[in-house]
C-alpha cells in the first residue's frame, strides 16, 4: 500500500470524498478500519457531528496527486 506524505484525500481509497481513505493511508492503516472507527466515535459524540467533522476535512484537505505519495 502506497503511504501518503502528507495528509491528502486521497486518490485510491476513496467512498465519498476519499477523506477517511487519505487519513488511513496517512497512518497506515486499512480504509475500512478507519471508517468504523470514525462511525463509532461520531455516533458516541453528542456534541458535534461527525457529517460535520467529515465536511470540514473534505474541504481543508488537498486532494493528493501523484508527488503527495512516498
Excluded: C
Excluded at 12 to 35: F, L
Excluded at 36 to 62: H, K
Amino acid at each position: 500500500m502506497s503511504k501518503l506524505a502528507k495528509l491528502h484525500r486521497s486518490d485510491n481509497h476513496k467512498m465519498i470524498a476519499g477523506v477517511m481513505g487519505g487519513i488511513a493511508e496517512y497512518v497506515g492503516w486499512s480504509p475500512t478500519w478507519v471508517r468504523v472507527l470514525f462511525v463509532v466515535i461520531s455516533s458516541l459524540s453528542a456534541a458535534v457531528p461527525g457529517i460535520l467533522i467529515y465536511i470540514i476535512l473534505w474541504i481543508i484537505m488537498p486532494k493528493a496527486n501523484n508527488q503527495s505519495y512516498q
